[in-house]
């Protein structure tokens, strides 16, 4: 009988860790999905404010290229921003929500 007990006790404890550990880390998803950080926010205000192009982007929030190209590429991700080729020009856009979104 004790050895029912102790195996009950053990399942409880690995499956209650498991369900933890699991909504400990979608709750840190979820925060990091709908926040938006401070050079996220950089990017979006400059390409608002008319910067189109990487270089454009970097002049206007002073980051370096490869921090603005990690904060576009989240916000891509995200769908927030727009990327636009036309010919062998790449521009980013501010995505416009439809009624749907």
Known sequence: M???DVLAGALTFFVSREVMTWLINRK???LMSSSVS???EKVLEAIRNGAKTL???MKHTGLPKST???ALKRLLREGKV???VNGGNV???EK???EKD
């Open 2 to 4: 004790l050895t029912l």
């Open 38 to 40: 401070a050079n996220e």
């Open 82 to 84: 727009e990327k636009v």
């Open 96 to 98: 416009v929500k439809s």
């Open 68 to 70: 603005a190209y990690k």
């Open 55 to 57: 270089n454009e982007i």
């Open 91 to 93: 521009r980013y856009v």
């Open 28 to 30: 840190k998803e979820v």
